[in-house]
């Protein structure tokens, strides 16, 4: 078998019979290529950009750093780095805040191996796509600039702390407000940029490159 045509992938999970299952199935799989398995997003920041995998699967709830935090680290240090991000909660909202956060795709655990690498596929397919329009978003950079010119300084405020990842209850402790302020806020910025959710705001405001 060609290694060179399977896609690398890490594990971030500080559960340790978790990294050994995945890692086997993964072995097994014939399409993927298992490059490291890190205990904490600390260790992953350290090693993840030197081994450079495709594809991360990250545990949400991590001990020090959150797996979250270590997405947006890494995705910065890597452009164009698949994540799935893995948790135990199945609550539809966890869900959404993960994926408007920056992740590629949402697993929640358990879950069955054809479940597994179907989540994968349509990561992979969701970050090829967003690659893509990014040209769109080049070429069209003065779009963003009028999209920018209709928010407030505040509302502005808002959208870099969204794009970043970060929840409403975050931000608004970033920004010194109440959490019903910064909901109010992105009432009133969804309709102004024709968005219909936090992550359509961020791409129409920013470009998905840049996501």
């Known amino acids: 078998m060609r290694t060179e045509a399977l896609r690398t992938i890490a594990i971030v999970d500080d559960d340790d019979k978790a990294r050994f299952i995945l890692k086997k199935i993964l072995e097994r799989s014939g399409e993927y290529l298992y490059v490291g398995s890190y205990a904490s997003g600390e260790e992953a920041i350290r090693d993840v950009p030197r081994v ?4 991360v ?3 949400i709830k991590l001990p020090g750093m959150s797996g979250m935090e270590c997405m947006r680290r890494l995705k910065v240090m890597l452009p164009g780095l ?3 991000l893995v948790s135990g909660a ?4 966890i869900m959404t805040e993960a994926l408007a956060g920056g992740g590629d795709g949402y ?3 358990p879950f069955a191996i054809d479940q597994f690498f179907a989540v994968l596929t349509v990561a992979i397919r969701r970050r090829n796509a967003s690659s893509a329009e990014s040209d769109e ?8 600039s009028n999209e920018s010119a209709r928010l407030t300084g505040r509302e502005k405020e808002v959208m870099r702390w969204v794009r970043e990842g970060f929840f409403d209850k975050e931000i608004a402790e970033k920004l010194g407000i109440k959490f019903c302020t910064v909901r109010k806020h992105l009432r009133d910025i ?10 359509e705001a961020v791409r129409k405001l920013y470009g998905p490159a840049r996501y």
Do not use: M
């Open 82 to 84: 698949v994540v799935v």
């Open 57 to 59: 699967l990250l545990e």
């Open 90 to 93: 199945k609550k539809l909202e």
């Open 190 to 199: 969804f309709p102004k940029l024709h968005a219909g959710n936090r992550t």
């Open 137 to 144: 978003f080049n070429v069209s950079s003065a779009r963003g």
């Open 107 to 109: 697993l929640a655990k």
């Open 52 to 55: 450079r995998p495709e594809i």
